[in-house]
């Protein structure tokens, strides 16, 4: 069982014989928040990488070409995410808090559904991006109990929902543009709630 305590921005976790307190669990997730910024570098990674993929379907390009553009956009998104996370000054691969590895196996559980995207990309090449756009959505999910985000859980619900309509109907440009969107939107509300995160630990 996990007891956690403040010291100044530290989190320090000690054993007890008593079940986990909600309230120490609640505080471990809003200094996670707090410390990755409710996973803000990655947000912004993923619209940078979805408007490379939206430039390459506005192009005469290939179906196949396009498709592998995106897989190799999804292979960019950590080493970019990264990058983001020293310009925001978050440290996405900090273990100081707990919840960094539930995050991590959160991260990984869309690889599961990887060989669909990757069928998807020689049987039916047209409807590639909208199945990888599901997935991506639907992997958010489970950050919307990590950072106690509202933000997370309506977008893992909207996404694989506006993906599959926009995909059917209008095709892969129109879902690329979606998820740019979205992006963008998220990002806005994430920093909205960061803000409201530190509020509670400076208080």
């Given at each position: 069982?996990?007891?956690?305590?403040?010291?100044?921005?530290?989190?320090?976790?000690?054993?007890?014989?008593?079940?986990?307190?909600?309230?120490?669990?609640?505080?471990?997730?809003?200094?996670?928040?707090?410390?990755?910024?409710?996973?803000?570098?990655?947000?912004?990674?993923?619209?940078?990488?979805?408007?490379?993929?939206?430039?390459?379907h506005l192009t005469s390009l290939d179906t196949?070409?396009?498709?592998?553009?995106?897989?190799?956009?999804?292979?960019?998104?950590?080493?970019?995410?990264?990058?983001?996370?020293?310009?925001?000054?978050?440290?996405?691969?900090?273990?100081?808090?707990?919840?960094?590895?539930?995050?991590?196996?959160?991260?990984?559980?869309?690889?599961?559904?990887?060989?669909?995207?990757?069928?998807?990309?020689?049987?039916?090449?047209?409807?590639?991006?909208?199945?990888?756009?599901?997935?991506?959505?639907?992997?958010?999910?489970?950050?919307?109990?990590?950072?106690?985000?509202?933000?997370?859980?309506?977008?893992?619900?909207?996404?694989?929902?506006?993906?599959?309509?926009?995909?059917?109907?209008?095709?892969?440009?129109?879902?690329?543009?979606?998820?740019?969107?979205?992006?963008?939107?998220?990002?806005l509300l994430l920093s909205l709630e960061y803000?409201?995160?530190?509020?509670?630990?400076?208080?």
């Open positions: 069982m996990v007891r956690t305590e403040f010291q100044g921005s530290k989190v320090y976790t000690v054993m007890s014989e008593n079940k986990p307190n909600r309230k120490d669990v609640n505080r471990l997730k809003i200094d996670y928040a707090v410390r990755q910024k409710k996973g803000l570098p990655f947000i912004l990674a993923s619209t940078v990488l979805w408007t490379v993929m939206l430039a390459a196949s070409v396009k498709n592998i553009v995106a897989m190799c956009c999804s292979a960019l998104l950590v080493p970019v995410a990264l990058l983001f996370g020293r310009i925001v000054r978050v440290d996405i691969f900090s273990r100081e808090n707990p919840l960094s590895s539930l995050s991590v196996v959160a991260a990984l559980n869309q690889l599961l559904y990887l060989p669909i995207v990757l069928w998807a990309m020689y049987e039916a090449p047209a409807k590639m991006i909208m199945i990888y756009a599901m997935v991506v959505g639907a992997h958010f999910l489970p950050y919307y109990w990590i950072y106690f985000s509202p933000t997370y859980f309506y977008a893992s619900i909207l996404i694989p929902a506006v993906s599959l309509i926009l995909g059917i109907r209008f095709g892969p440009t129109a879902v690329c543009l979606s998820f740019v969107g979205f992006d963008v939107l998220i990002c803000r409201q995160c530190r509020r509670l630990t400076e208080g």
